[in-house]
Structures are given as C-alpha cells and as structure tokens.
C-alpha cells in the first residue's frame, strides 16, 4: 500500500503560522512548550484537501507555579479559526493519563509531522512512555474509541462519511495489531498498520481505494459501505469489548518514576 508523503500535507505557509502561534501560546501563558506535533488525519496518513490542522502540545509551567493550593487550568485551548485547531494539555496532565495507561501522549510523541521538538525532554517522556504502556492495556482505549464512532455514524446508515469511515477503522485495526502482535504498540501512521494486520489482499485494495477517495474528497465527501470491511470491524470490536478487562494498577516504581520526571521537566 503505498504512502502519502507527509510533507506534502502541511503548506509552508501554514507551518510558519502554526510555529508564530505556539511561540505566541508560550509569551501569553509564560509556559514552556515541550513539543508540538500535528495530530489527526494529516499525521495518521489520510488527509482530506480541506483537513483541518490538529495541532497538539505539552507545556510546563516553572515549578514555582504549581506550588499553590489551588488547582490550576491544566489545558490550553485557543478558539478554533477556520483550518486552525491547536489545545495541549499541561504535563502533569499527560504524565498522568500516561499512567492509565492513555496511549494519547505516546501517539502524540510518534508523530511525524513536528512543530516544536525538544529532544532534551521529549527522549524521557519517550523512555517513560514505553516503560509504563503495555499495548494489551490500550486496548479498552481503542474499543471505546472505535464503538461511540461505530455508532454515532457508521451503524445503521447506507452511505457513510469517509472521514468517519476511517475514525472507525483506525482504532479497529489497532486492537487487530495487539492481538496479532503482543507486546508491540500500533504505529501511527494508517498504511503501515494496514500492511501488518495479516489482511487479505482484495480487502487491502479496497482500503487503498478508499484512501485515495478521501484524498480527493472535501471533510464531508461519503461513499457505500464495504460489506468485508464492515465485518472485519465489528469482528475486531468483539474482540475488543471481551478483552476489555485488563486494568492498569500504577504501581509506586511508576509513580516515583513520573514524579521524578515531572520534576525535572518543571525545572
């Protein structure tokens, strides 16, 4: 299945937009921006040609600022304006979604498309984020995921939106990459989990078409159902909703290791 390559899907223009505005996020809040990355369909693989821009990030305050008695916001959300959609979460925040586990922040931290990288932080979180995440805990994670869009837009309908087509099928083939591959996360990007799934050929080829249907489609282009493709989700949602069960418990190991990287990252 071939690629998309992702330079193509973000406009220098906008790139410049988009680093002026994290450097302007960063003088507002007097926070310190870890790393932001470009989330959703232009970092999985299957952008439309009016894809919005979901850029996320991780900022610290000093660590005078959380010495306080009184919680603080621990998210970052601008307005969105026209194809601009940037938020970020404070890292205590991801340090402890991390912990239950979330595989949001590891996904995050795997993203191709990069706005603001600080290798000196970043390379922990990485280290600790593979440390605490095993991929069989994730999987209550991408079987909600993959359920409430399963619902909400594909059950029931004839034809689907393609954007949500494949809101449904990513997370799907994610709980199909654990249980074929235990022990290993899903990668991020879209065609290099369908291509290491075990998938049957034809069915690849209908991925494929659909991707390129996308590609050319506006955010509310929809297409037909694929019969085989619908039954290979709602086989993976099974195996999701009965392997569901295993909890997270953090041990202290996890908790003396995120404590001692928030302070070092607050520093």
């Given at each position: 299945?071939?690629?998309?390559?992702?330079?193509?899907?973000?406009?220098?223009?906008?790139?410049?937009?988009?680093?002026?505005?994290?450097?302007?996020?960063?003088?507002?809040?007097?926070?310190?921006?870890?790393?932001a990355i470009e989330s959703g369909s232009r970092a999985w693989?299957?952008?439309s040609p009016d894809s919005d821009y979901d850029v996320r990030?991780?900022?610290?305050?000093?660590?005078?600022?959380?010495?306080?008695?009184?919680?603080?916001?621990?998210?970052?959300?601008?307005?969105?304006?026209?194809?601009?959609?940037?938020?970020?979460?404070?890292?205590?925040?991801?340090?402890?979604?991390?912990?239950k586990p979330n595989p949001v922040l590891l996904e995050w931290?795997?993203?191709?498309?990069?706005?603001?990288?600080?290798?000196?932080?970043?390379?922990?979180?990485?280290?600790?984020?593979?440390?605490?995440?095993?991929?069989?805990?994730?999987?209550?994670?991408?079987?909600?995921?993959?359920?409430?869009?399963?619902?909400?837009?594909?059950?029931?309908?004839?034809?689907?939106?393609?954007?949500?087509?494949?809101?449904?099928?990513?997370?799907?083939?994610?709980?199909?990459?654990?249980?074929?591959?235990?022990?290993?996360?899903?990668?991020?990007?879209?065609?290099?989990?369908?291509?290491?799934?075990?998938?049957?050929?034809?069915?690849?080829?209908?991925?494929?078409?659909?991707?390129?249907?996308?590609?050319?489609?506006?955010?509310?282009?929809?297409?037909?159902?694929?019969?085989?493709?619908?039954?290979?989700?709602?086989?993976?949602?099974?195996?999701?909703?009965?392997?569901?069960?295993?909890?997270?418990?953090?041990?202290?190991?996890?908790?003396?290791?995120?404590?001692?990287?928030?302070?070092?990252?607050?520093?």
């Open positions: 299945m071939s690629g998309l390559a992702y330079d193509a899907v973000i406009d220098p223009g906008r790139r410049s937009e988009i680093e002026r505005g994290i450097r302007d996020i960063e003088a507002a809040n007097q926070v310190k921006i870890l790393f693989g299957f952008p990030f991780v900022y610290a305050h000093t660590a005078d600022s959380y010495l306080s008695v009184f919680d603080r916001r621990d998210v970052i959300e601008l307005p969105i304006e026209g194809d601009l959609d940037i938020n970020g979460w404070d890292i205590r925040k991801a340090l402890a979604l991390l912990l931290l795997s993203s191709p498309i990069r706005y603001k990288w600080n290798e000196s932080a970043c390379q922990p979180l990485l280290d600790f984020a593979h440390a605490v995440v095993a991929p069989g805990e994730c999987v209550p994670h991408y079987y909600h995921l993959a359920r409430r869009q399963w619902q909400r837009n594909i059950e029931g309908e004839t034809a689907v939106n393609l954007k949500k087509y494949f809101y449904v099928l990513r997370p799907a083939l994610a709980i199909r990459w654990v249980r074929l591959h235990p022990g290993l996360l899903p990668p991020m990007n879209f065609q290099e989990l369908v291509s290491r799934v075990d998938i049957d050929p034809g069915l690849q080829a209908e991925i494929s078409d659909l991707l390129q249907a996308k590609a050319r489609a506006s955010e509310v282009g929809s297409g037909k159902r694929i019969a085989a493709l619908d039954d290979l989700i709602e086989a993976e949602l099974a195996w999701g909703e009965e392997n569901s069960g295993q909890k997270h418990v953090t041990s202290a190991a996890e908790r003396a290791m995120a404590d001692e990287l928030f302070r070092k990252l607050v520093k």
